[in-house]
């Protein structure tokens, strides 16, 4: 009967656990402050370390140890990678768990020095409290500083002061509160909704699980306590309006169309308005389908799939959300960007941007000002190197959904992405759209590219003409398009003459600049497309990501890229523009071919070697390329 | 416990369109970890060409398969199941294996490494390392090679090993499999990086921040059925060194003056029969494990036999592509 009793209370025991949910918190400090002996400790407390691995650390604390004979190193326990044992420090982001009857615990254990930030901001993106380590005897530091103002960036709403080594500081009160007040001036002007402190012993265990007998003049709660009752964000997330990113569209057969997503904020029920985001169309919630049958209502956190009244334009990475609270729609916003890769941030360079399920080209056109995380201080500055944090501002090829950070930590944040190594190159955190578009939604439109294209016969597109000055590019497109014209085609032809003129006289020849006029080119030639129309371009356009840029732009198939290939001497030699001569002569610089790189395209969907054939042979050539893509017929 | 094929198909069923409500909300710290796995599913269906999940039929990955089932219900999952078959399996491993795919309907391919074979490769005259990595890290080479994946579900956990904690969900693997430490993309929020090149790949793995015992607890509220090998019965051992090994088939060689015997025994972990101990246990039901694992002072792991060589060997053998 009792051990029936016993079996019966555990079973219910375990029901019951984990009742609070998950919290996710981030420890910060340096080992010194004893941040791995804190974490070993919630571990070694909440009983969660089995036999062998107790006998493991023993040992291991033996051969590695730094805390002394007799002492368990919890760190040992810790720090996982080889490298990181020989040397004694934690260089990466480490996970661990425990449980306890109420809660379930996930903690980020990163490395405190300041060339470890963005290991730092990796941890805090997905945590909902920050403990900030401060070892008594030191008191508040410069890096207590640093991890204060990164959690409180990344979006965390609670921190917690733990005042460790108070055995060490006479487990003295007026120590304690002389450090908590320190603290306080720094972290008060941030925008935690908590700040807690705790005077604590991670070695000895006080006030971590059960309050210490030493500081009965702590009149808070303990560690422990406080983790487990603190509100998490979960509760005020789901009174936001409602968002989910679409992730995959669930189509197993004609009979069934689904939006599989996570709803990041609020709550929807069968019967409500959404809106997709991007589209701009509006459509009624039919069904919240999951295998556990269909739901009554879908919170934040609930991974479902949405089935609508009907059917509208969504796909992956549109946001479906609140009509009346939209979110803002934009291709150029202000954002804080942590940098986190050894080659540095150039303003005007094309990486991909990734936000929830949108990938769109983008570039930082400026940025505003550094942040000095040691002193929260703005400084003036040209790029950003790793570890350093900057307000920018930043131009995506295509609008994109989003909300401020401070609003929605899912729908705010983006990575980027280095096209050429696809390394992770950048954290970012929205602040703001820019420009009138970020409130201006896409209005539906009746009449779209599909319908003007249709009144003209034809399929629009782009053939892009890129090589080297004199290789013949004007020449052959303009032939295209006299072709085109004769066939009753309709066109339009963009080239240095008509846009270097107008649109784009504010630019110069500088990197950055280069960027933009291909980027305003390829916007235009967009504008062009969507009115139905065939567009002819005749750009040196020397460098692969800008040709990219524009390629992504546009729907699959409708970019033709044309590679106008003739030998640097054959150009020089035709010199249409008597250009290499004033290059040759030191009047102009950057010039292409001559003293700035071409990168030649790589697969272009056409390659013309104009020294071997007839401007006419090649702008046949081209005619048959638009046939063979189908854009005429 | 019923007869396992019968409720391996009526679990099956439990897939079909228009299945039946659950009957009790599922634990909070549970359905936040289970969002969280679909979550990651989708996001490979969407972004990858040709994923594949590496099924290795353990109680991790019966919770990755039904996590799949639930992630793209009503649709299948997009992808098939592999399995690395080293030929050393328990029986009843493969049985289960091969009953719950075609109750499901779902593909499986099984890669086995025939060189390996051929060159006699065994776990009990080739020692554990040897046979380890010819016949699973080679095999599973292979197969990632033959069949061109970009992506790969593993079904391992951070809390199993330490070199595990520091591993990304989303763990880049170069041309040659491997995985570099010290090379990982920060992992910020839950926005992925799945830019790869040609011959890449990723590993990716949904049940990172699950613990074994939010596994257990989620197989009992969820009733997924598992392999017998988890449940207490009287099964043949030998003991060596401390270790309870089970004589699965004629192939186990015993050493002079060795019988094998009948013991009450279960597994907290299947791999190879040869390599994988077994625990002295009544725990005959789901609940039972559970109440066992609360109350347990012996990590996992342990019962493994490749994990012990040294402290790094874990990190080792994945540097070189173990999963």
Same mark, same amino acid.
């Given at each position: 009967m009792?051990?029936?009793?016993?079996r019966?209370?555990?079973?219910?025991?375990?029901t019951?656990?984990?009742?609070?949910?998950?919290?996710?918190?981030?420890?910060?400090?340096s080992?010194d402050?004893g941040?791995?002996?804190?974490?070993?400790?919630?571990?070694?407390?909440?009983k969660?370390?089995f036999?062998?691995?107790?006998?493991t650390?023993?040992?291991?604390?033996k051969?590695?140890?730094?805390? @002394?004979?007799?002492?368990?190193?919890f760190a040992?326990?810790?720090?996982g990678l080889?490298?990181?044992?020989?040397?004694?420090?934690t260089?990466? /982001?480490a996970?661990?768990?425990f449980?306890?009857?109420?809660?379930k615990?996930? &903690?980020?254990?990163?490395?405190?020095?300041?060339?470890?930030?963005r290991?730092?901001?990796?941890?805090?993106?997905?945590?909902?409290?920050?403990?900030?380590? =401060?070892d008594?005897?030191?008191?508040?530091?410069t890096?207590?500083?640093?991890?204060t103002?990164?959690?409180?960036?990344?979006?965390?709403?609670?921190?917690?002061l733990?005042?460790?080594? +108070?055995?060490?500081?006479?487990y003295?009160?007026?120590?304690?509160h002389?450090?908590?007040?320190?603290?306080?001036r =720094?972290?008060?002007?941030?925008?935690?909704?908590?700040?807690?402190?705790?005077?604590?012993?991670?070695?000895?265990?006080?006030?971590?699980?059960?309050?210490s007998?030493?500081?009965?003049?702590?009149?808070?709660?303990?560690?422990?306590a406080?983790?487990?009752n603190?509100?998490?964000a979960?509760?005020?997330?789901?009174?936001?309006?409602?968002?989910m990113?679409?992730?995959?569209?669930?189509?197993?057969?004609?009979?069934?169309?689904?939006?599989?997503?996570?709803?990041?904020?609020?709550?929807?029920a069968?019967?409500?308005?959404i809106?997709?985001?991007?589209?701009g169309?509006?459509?009624?919630?039919?069904?919240?389908?999951?295998?556990?049958?269909?739901?009554?209502e879908?919170?934040a956190?609930d991974?479902v799939?949405?089935v609508?009244?009907?059917?509208?334009?969504v796909?992956r990475g549109?946001?479906?959300?609140?009509?009346?609270?939209?979110?803002?729609?934009s291709?150029?916003?202000?954002?804080?960007?942590?940098?986190?890769a050894?080659?540095?941030?150039?303003?005007?360079?094309?990486?991909?941007?990734?936000?929830?399920?949108?990938?769109?080209?983008?570039?930082?056109t400026?940025l505003?000002h550094k942040?000095?995380?040691?002193?929260f201080?703005?400084?003036?500055?040209k790029?950003?190197?790793l570890?350093?944090?900057?307000?920018?501002?930043?131009a995506?090829s295509r609008?994109?959904?989003?909300?401020?950070y401070?609003?929605?930590?899912?729908?705010?944040?983006?990575?980027?992405?280095?096209?050429?190594t696809?390394?992770?190159?950048?954290?970012?955190?929205?602040?703001f @759209?820019?420009?009138?578009?970020?409130? =201006?939604?896409?209005?539906? +439109?009746?009449?779209?590219?599909?319908?003007?294209?249709?009144?003209?016969g034809?399929?629009?597109?782009?053939?892009?003409f890129?090589?080297?000055?004199?290789a013949?590019?004007?020449?052959?497109?303009?032939?295209?398009?006299?072709?085109?014209?004769?066939?009753?085609?309709?066109?339009y032809?963009?080239?240095?003459?008509n846009?270097?003129?107008g649109?784009?006289?504010?630019l110069?020849?500088?990197?950055?600049?280069?960027v933009?006029?291909?980027?305003r080119?390829g916007?235009?030639?967009?504008l062009?497309?969507?009115?139905?129309l065939i567009?002819?371009c005749?750009?040196i356009?020397?460098?692969?990501?800008?040709?990219q840029?524009?390629?992504?732009?546009?729907?699959?198939?409708?970019?033709?890229e &044309?590679?106008?290939d003739?030998p640097?001497?054959?150009?020089m030699q035709r010199?249409?523009?008597g250009l290499?001569?004033?290059a040759?002569?030191?009047?102009?610089?950057?010039?292409?071919?001559?003293?700035?790189?071409?990168?030649?395209?790589?697969?272009?969907?056409?390659h013309?070697?104009?020294?071997?054939?007839?401007?006419?042979?090649?702008?046949?050539?081209?005619i048959? %390329?638009?046939?063979?893509?189908?854009l005429i @017929? | 416990?019923?007869?396992i094929?019968?409720?391996?198909?009526?679990?099956?069923?439990?897939?079909l369109a228009?299945?039946?409500?659950?009957?009790r909300?599922?634990?909070?710290?549970l359905?936040?970890?289970?969002?969280?796995?679909?979550?990651?599913?989708?996001? /490979?269906?969407?972004?990858?060409?040709?994923?594949?999940?590496?099924y290795?039929?353990?109680?991790?990955?019966a919770?990755?398969?039904?996590?799949?089932?639930k992630a793209?219900?009503?649709?299948?999952?997009p992808?098939?199941?592999q399995?690395?078959?080293?030929?050393?399996?328990f029986r009843?491993?493969?049985?289960?294996?091969?009953?719950?795919?075609s109750?499901?309907?779902?593909?499986?391919?099984?890669? +086995?490494n025939?060189?390996?074979?051929a060159?006699?490769i065994n776990?009990?005259?080739?020692?554990?390392n040897?046979?380890?990595q010819?016949?699973?890290?080679?095999?599973?080479?292979?197969?990632?090679?033959?069949?061109r994946?970009?992506?790969a579900f593993?079904?391992?956990r951070?809390?199993?090993e330490?070199?595990?904690?520091?591993e990304?969900?989303?763990?880049f693997?170069?041309?040659?499999?491997?995985?570099?430490?010290r090379?990982?993309?920060?992992?910020?929020?839950?926005?992925?990086?799945?830019?790869i090149r %040609?011959?890449?790949?990723?590993?990716?793995?949904?049940?990172?921040?699950?613990?074994?015992?939010?596994?257990? %607890?989620y197989?009992l509220?969820?009733?997924?059925p598992?392999?017998?090998l988890?449940?207490?019965?009287?099964?043949?051992?030998?003991?060596?060194s @401390?270790?309870?090994?089970?004589?699965?088939?004629?192939?186990?060689?015993?050493?002079?003056?060795?019988?094998?015997?009948?013991?009450?025994i279960?597994?907290?972990?299947?791999?190879?029969?040869?390599l994988?101990g077994a625990?002295?246990?009544?725990a005959?039901?789901l609940?039972?494990?559970v109440?066992?694992?609360l109350?347990?002072?012996?990590?996992?792991?342990?019962?493994?036999?490749?994990?012990?060589?040294?402290?790094?060997?874990?990190?080792?053998?994945?540097r070189?592509?173990y999963?």
């Open positions: 009792a051990e029936g009793d016993a019966s209370t555990m079973l219910s025991r375990l019951r656990a984990g009742e609070k949910g998950v919290l996710r918190f981030i420890t910060c400090g080992v402050d941040k791995s002996t804190l974490i070993g400790r919630l571990l070694y407390d909440s969660l370390l036999e062998d691995q107790i006998a650390l023993e040992r291991d604390s051969k590695h140890g730094t805390t @002394g004979e007799n002492t368990m190193d040992l326990l810790l720090d080889e490298a990181e044992r020989e040397q004694g420090i260089i990466d /982001v996970y661990r768990f449980n306890t009857e109420k809660r615990f996930v &903690v980020a254990d990163t490395p405190g020095h300041e060339q470890y930030t290991n730092m901001a990796t941890g805090a993106s997905t945590a909902d409290l920050a403990i900030i380590l =401060v008594a005897r030191k008191g508040v530091l890096q207590t500083r640093r991890h103002y990164i959690a409180n960036m990344m979006g965390i709403r609670h921190a917690v733990a005042v460790n080594k +108070m055995d060490v500081a006479d003295s009160r007026s120590r304690f002389e450090i908590v007040s320190d603290y306080l =720094v972290a008060e002007t941030l925008g935690f909704d908590t700040i807690t402190p705790i005077p604590i012993s991670a070695l000895h265990g006080d006030n971590i699980f059960s309050p007998r030493a500081m009965s003049w702590h009149d808070g709660p303990t560690l422990l406080h983790l487990e603190v509100e998490t979960a509760e005020e997330v789901a009174n936001r309006p409602f968002r990113p679409v992730q995959w569209v669930n189509r197993p057969n004609l009979d069934f169309r689904g939006f599989s997503g996570a709803v990041t904020s609020g709550r929807v069968p019967g409500d308005e809106v997709a985001a991007l589209s169309k509006t459509a009624n919630i039919a069904r919240i389908v999951t295998a556990d049958g269909d739901q009554p879908a919170v956190g991974a799939t949405i609508l009244d009907r059917d509208i334009d796909s549109d946001i479906l959300a609140d009509p009346k609270a939209r979110p803002e729609v291709g150029q916003f202000a954002a804080e960007l942590l940098w986190m050894e080659e540095e941030m150039l303003p005007g360079r094309s990486y991909l941007l990734k936000a929830g399920g949108q990938l769109t080209p983008a570039s930082v400026t505003k942040l000095n995380v040691n002193t201080e703005k400084e003036p500055g790029s950003l190197k570890n350093e944090i900057g307000v920018c501002t930043l995506t609008a994109i959904a989003f909300d401020p401070s609003d929605q930590r899912d729908t705010g944040s983006f990575i980027l992405v280095d096209r050429f696809n390394q992770t190159v950048a954290a970012g955190m929205i602040e @759209g820019l420009r009138r578009a970020s409130n =201006v939604h896409t209005h539906a +439109m009746d009449v779209d590219m599909s319908r003007r294209a249709a009144m003209k034809q399929k629009p597109g782009v053939l892009w890129t090589g080297l000055s004199g013949g590019k004007s020449t052959i497109a303009n032939l295209v398009e006299r072709k085109l014209a004769e066939g009753g085609r309709h066109t032809s963009l080239d240095g003459d846009v270097r003129h649109l784009n006289r504010d110069g020849f500088t990197d950055a600049d280069r933009e006029n291909i980027r080119i916007e235009v030639a967009r062009f497309v969507d009115a139905g567009v002819t005749s750009f356009s020397p460098f692969r990501a800008e040709r840029m524009v390629r992504e732009m546009l729907e699959e198939g409708r970019f033709i &044309v590679f106008v003739a640097l001497e054959l150009c010199d249409p523009k290499y001569k004033k040759k002569a030191g009047e102009i610089r950057n010039f292409t071919g001559f003293d700035s790189p071409y990168e030649a395209p790589e697969t272009p969907e056409l013309l070697r104009t020294g071997e054939m007839s401007a006419d042979e090649a702008a046949e050539q081209v048959e %390329q638009l046939i063979k893509n189908g @017929g | 416990m019923s007869d094929a019968t409720d391996l198909k009526n679990y099956a069923g439990r897939f228009g299945a039946n409500p659950r009957s909300p599922l634990s909070p710290h359905k936040a970890l289970e969002a969280e796995s679909i979550h990651i599913m989708r996001e /490979v269906a969407a972004e990858f060409s040709n994923p594949v999940m590496l290795s039929i353990g109680k991790d990955s919770v990755m398969l039904h996590l799949a089932l793209f219900y009503p649709s299948r999952p992808f098939p199941l399995h690395v078959d080293t030929g050393w399996k009843d491993m493969i049985t289960y294996r091969d009953t719950l795919a109750a499901l309907g779902l593909e499986l391919r099984v890669e +086995m025939q060189e390996g074979i060159r006699g776990p009990f005259d080739s020692g554990s040897l046979h380890t010819v016949m699973k890290t080679e095999a599973l080479r292979n197969a990632m090679n033959s069949h994946y970009d992506a593993g079904g391992a951070r809390d199993e330490k070199s595990r904690a520091k990304r969900i989303f763990s693997r170069d041309d040659h499999h491997a995985w570099d430490p090379n990982q993309r920060p992992e910020l929020w839950r926005t992925f990086n799945t830019r %040609q011959g890449e790949s990723i590993r990716v793995f949904p049940l990172s921040n699950w613990t074994e015992l939010d596994i257990w %607890q197989i509220e969820e009733d997924i598992i392999v017998p988890y449940l207490a019965a009287d099964r043949p051992v030998v003991e060596r @401390g270790t309870l090994l089970m004589v699965d088939d004629d192939r186990f060689p015993l050493q002079p003056g060795e019988t094998p015997q009948m013991r009450r279960r597994f907290r972990t299947l791999g190879c029969y040869p994988t625990i002295e246990s009544d005959a039901s609940e039972d494990i109440l066992e694992m109350t347990a002072r012996t990590s996992e792991r342990s019962g493994r036999l490749i994990d012990h060589d040294e402290s790094g060997s874990m990190e080792k053998k994945k070189e592509g999963f």
